[in-house]
């Protein structure tokens, strides 16, 4: 039974609680064997026995077919058999026979009418509910906004947005449920959960079927060669709402009723191996609670997990909350959203997308169609976010939209849906995302870390850093087994890079993604990291000058910072730092300029208390280049700081 039931059922009973077939209220019929019919139908209806319920009261309504409250048990019973249309039809000969007989049966009537997508009808239903007098100011509430709700569904279904749905096929769905949970920002594999029938030496009575996590392959054709995660990952229970990291190393996942569990689901986390995975380790009472913590998702920095819960302290009956991952490994107490994102009702199933800006998830408490709806939120500059945006119709109906996910690219959804027919029951569903409600597009810089003499794989630590700002908007390691890394590069930003080993000089990248430089295609780069010996030198890709000046642009002090620790972390380390030029002037005038650009670093480390002794400066003017200078790039790349290991 969806939610959505399961909230109108009690509505549906909460109302019943004034209705007349409680003893000693007088019913509107004189016949004796109707009323019997009746009373018996009331007594299986509350056995939960729907059959034998429906048959006595269709007996009751055929003795007398104008028994009011016959109609209105009639109406319960077919809500409860999943039958909203006959129910409604029920409810409204109730409300013909008798139209003042309770304000409750016209909001009954109002949110059936919604849940069936008639916003129209529903809105007068609820219009009717508040024109009885001396009604609670809650429920008076409550009728407000759901006519706020239907005329928002009037609205959104005479302005639908794009929705082209197209079915992933017989390589991802079955005649079972599939639930999408994950892209990788190079869209090469898809992360989905397939809940499969349990085998029969091992059936649950209870639940007789087994929710497994798959991968499946981007090929040209689509995706294909969907496989089963397998073990440590999936077990004989149920496992649920995987996300996977941007850079593709880290697997966090919900697991239910597990002996290392502190409430009824909790939040797991595993790490990428190789091709395999670590086993999976519980977050610790700090992320789970009590009570239900479940639907994670990482963000493109590194360190910022959401996820939903029901614990206490939240807004409503689930929240999205957040906790940061910290310098020493472990992770912070969960922050609530917020009031601009949740509310006093259910908000579930967060994805923040890979820009780091927009987050998407499913609310029942924001302006929607009915249900569970779609929507996103985008965080300022100030960590703010922004008033939730409906995803609109025909992508959001009268029916529960739970889960969506977006690309890199940020111009393609996926959701899970039982409404679009399909293979079976939940499918996979791929479209284009229209504009406006599109992320910030990102790429992504992949390759693999190896040691420049041996060849050696490694492991290494990637900052990425606002050059702007000098913020760190993004950590992350290569792979311990084969060093390959994937690092998601936000547009509409220039960053520097910085790649990092214990006993090796670092990396230095920038990437210019801001203005007219902006890009989307990948960056495929392998990152070779020299060991630390004399004669060893690195380019400083990330100190920058004006054009035929030596003072240091501001930019240029992530770069001067990590050749500041290098020295404080080796205190025996000596280099040269040298400038170069390109061919552009005389040799003269480069020779001088490339000897004062070398100095200004020099100085900036003298005065950070590096010794004298261990550090000298060179100009090399246009006497070593790189490249060509036939071509501006080969010019640009001839134009540059380095240093180089004299002494350790």
């Not at 077919?78 to 909001?107: E, G, M, R, W």
């Not at 509310?343 to 569970?372: C, I, K, N, V």
């Not at 040799?587 to 004298?612: G, M, P, T």
């Amino acid at each position: 039974m969806t939610r959505l039931i399961i909230s109108l059922l009690l509505f549906i009973n909460l109302c019943l609680s004034a209705f007349p077939q409680q003893p000693g209220i007088k019913l509107s019929t004189s016949n004796k064997k109707a009323e019997k019919h009746f009373n018996s139908a009331y007594e299986y209806y509350n056995k939960h026995d729907l059959i034998q319920a429906a048959q006595e009261i269709g007996k009751a309504i055929e003795l007398d077919p104008m028994f009011v409250e016959a109609f209105w048990l009639k109406g319960d019973i077919l809500v409860d058999d999943h039958k909203f249309q006959d129910a409604l039809q029920s409810y409204q000969i109730v409300a013909d026979l008798n139209p003042d007989i309770s304000p409750n049966i016209h909001f009954i009537m109002g949110s059936l009418g919604k849940k069936l997508g008639k916003y129209g009808e529903a809105k007068k239903h609820f219009i009717r509910f508040l024109s009885f007098d001396h009604l609670p100011a809650a429920k008076r509430k409550n009728a407000e906004n759901e006519i706020e709700s239907c005329e928002f569904g009037i609205y959104a279904v005479e302005h639908p947005v794009p929705f082209l749905p197209i079915n992933l096929g017989d390589s991802i769905n079955t005649p079972y449920d599939e639930f999408v949970n994950a892209v990788t920002s190079d869209e090469e594999f898809l992360y989905f959960t397939r809940k499969n029938p349990r085998d029969s030496e091992t059936i649950d009575r209870t639940n007789k079927f087994e929710e497994d996590f798959y991968r499946a392959k981007q090929t040209s054709t689509g995706w294909r060669n969907a496989l089963n995660l397998g073990t440590p990952i999936n077990t004989h229970g149920n496992e649920g709402s995987l996300s996977i990291s941007p850079d593709g190393q880290t697997l966090f996942f919900a697991a239910c009723n597990r002996e290392d569990g502190y409430g009824s689901c909790d939040i797991y986390i595993a790490r990428k191996m190789g091709d395999r995975w670590s086993e999976p380790e519980n977050l610790g009472p700090v992320v789970n609670s009590e009570a239900w913590d479940s639907q994670p998702t990482f963000s493109s920095d590194g360190k910022t997990l959401y996820f939903a819960s029901k614990r206490s302290g939240g807004k409503g009956s689930s929240d999205i909350w957040k906790t940061i991952l910290q310098p020493d490994g472990s992770w912070s107490s969960p922050i609530n959203l917020g009031d601009s994102m949740n509310t006093r009702m259910e908000e579930m199933a967060p994805y923040m997308h890979p820009d780091d800006q927009t987050l998407y998830f499913s609310s029942r408490g924001h302006l929607g169609l009915g249900g569970m709806d779609l929507f996103f939120s985008k965080k300022d500059s100030l960590g703010n976010w922004g008033s939730p945006c409906n995803l609109g119709y025909p992508i959001n109906t009268n029916a529960d939209e739970i889960t969506i996910i977006v690309n890199s690219q940020g111009n393609l959804a996926f959701i899970s849906s039982d409404n679009l027919g399909g293979k079976g029951k939940q499918d996979i569903y791929s479209f284009p995302l229209y504009k406006e409600a599109q992320p910030n597009p990102v790429t992504y810089f992949k390759g693999v870390v190896f040691d420049n003499d041996s060849k050696q794989r490694l492991e290494a630590r990637f900052e990425l850093i606002d050059l702007k700002t000098s913020k760190t908007v993004a950590e992350s390691k290569s792979d311990p087994v084969n060093g390959e890394f994937l690092l998601v590069l936000p547009s509409n930003h220039d960053y520097a890079l910085n790649v990092s080993k214990e006993g090796y000089l670092f990396y230095s990248d920038n990437f210019s993604l801001s203005g007219a430089n902006s890009q989307t295609h990948p960056f495929l780069k392998n990152v070779p990291l020299k060991p630390i010996k004399v004669g060893e030198s690195v380019v400083l890709k990330n100190i920058f000058f004006d054009t035929d000046k030596y003072i240091l642009k501001e930019e240029s002090l992530t770069e001067l910072r990590k050749l500041l620790a290098l020295l404080q972390k080796n205190p025996r380390l000596k280099v040269e730092i040298s400038g170069h030029t390109d061919n552009i002037g005389s040799a003269e005038y480069n020779l001088s300029l490339s000897e004062n650009r070398a100095k200004s670093v020099y100085e900036y480390l003298i005065h950070q208390h590096i010794s004298k002794e261990r550090i000298t400066f060179t100009g090399y003017g246009l006497s070593k280049p790189l490249n060509t200078n036939e071509t501006e790039q080969g010019r640009a790349n001839n134009r540059r700081t380095e240093f180089k290991v004299t002494g350790n």
